[in-house]
Each structure stands twice: as structure tokens, then as C-alpha cells.
């Protein structure tokens, strides 16, 4: 069982910087694979980036270049550090877990976060 916390979202100007955490239980928070979604209102939820326990990433096209995902094993926690945001970031953003592999779909992550929302005011 994990469960994640997610803190630092808030409102912020049209090219600003924010960074997002998820905090993470458990003892095999290395193992898994996590995944950062976001959600605007009457929109799906999307993967925005993900990584993998070794550390690789996924980034969608729209986040390439101004978003960056990180992970501190040793602090159970992941990172998404946004830079050059964006009115059309604004969204409800979600940390999720799963084992195995990286998948882009909402439905294949097994633990999610309560969500942070972000706004980016333009």
C-alpha cells in the first residue's frame, strides 16, 4: 500500500516558476513508477511526465522544455519543478504510482494523491 501527498501548488503569473512535491509511504516507494497527471475542469485527466524507478522520463510534448521530473528515493518523495508556466497549465495536478512500467493512461495507476491545483493567471 502507498499513499501520496502532493503540497506546493498555488497561483502564479504567466511565465513564474512552481514545484510541486509528492510525499510517498511505504517501503518500496523505489520500486514504483510515478506519474504526475493534471486535470482541468471538464477536460480528462492527463499524464503530463513520469519516471521510472532508474530514473528515466517521460515528458508530453506540451510540458518539453519547462517541466522537469525528479525523484529522492532516500526522501520517499517526487518532484515536478515548472518553469515558464503557462495560462493552459492551469489544472488540478495529481501524483500516481504503479509497478512495472510507465503508462500514459489515468486507469493503470493503482495510487493517486488528493491533487494540488495550480493556476497560472496570464
Known amino acids: 500500500q502507498v499513499q501520496l501527498v502532493e503540497s506546493g501548488g498555488g497561483l502564479v503569473q504567466a511565465g513564474g516558476s512552481l514545484r510541486l512535491s509528492c510525499a510517498a509511504s511505504g517501503r518500496t516507494f523505489s520500486s514504483y513508477f510515478m506519474g504526475w497527471f493534471r486535470q482541468a475542469p471538464g477536460m480528462e485527466r492527463d499524464l503530463v511526465t513520469a519516471i521510472t524507478d532508474g530514473g528515466s522520463t517521460y515528458y508530453a510534448d506540451s510540458v518539453k522544455g519547462r517541466f522537469t521530473i525528479s525523484r529522492d528515493n532516500a526522501k520517499n518523495t517526487v518532484y515536478l519543478q515548472m518553469d515558464s508556466l503557462k495560462p493552459e497549465d492551469t489544472a488540478v495536478y495529481y501524483c500516481?504510482?504503479?509497478?512495472?512500467?510507465?503508462?500514459?493512461?489515468?486507469?493503470?495507476?493503482?495510487?493517486w494523491g488528493q491533487g494540488t491545483q495550480v493556476t497560472v493567471s496570464s
Open positions: 500516481a504510482a504503479r509497478r512495472y512500467s510507465i503508462s500514459s493512461s489515468s486507469k493503470d495507476y493503482d495510487y
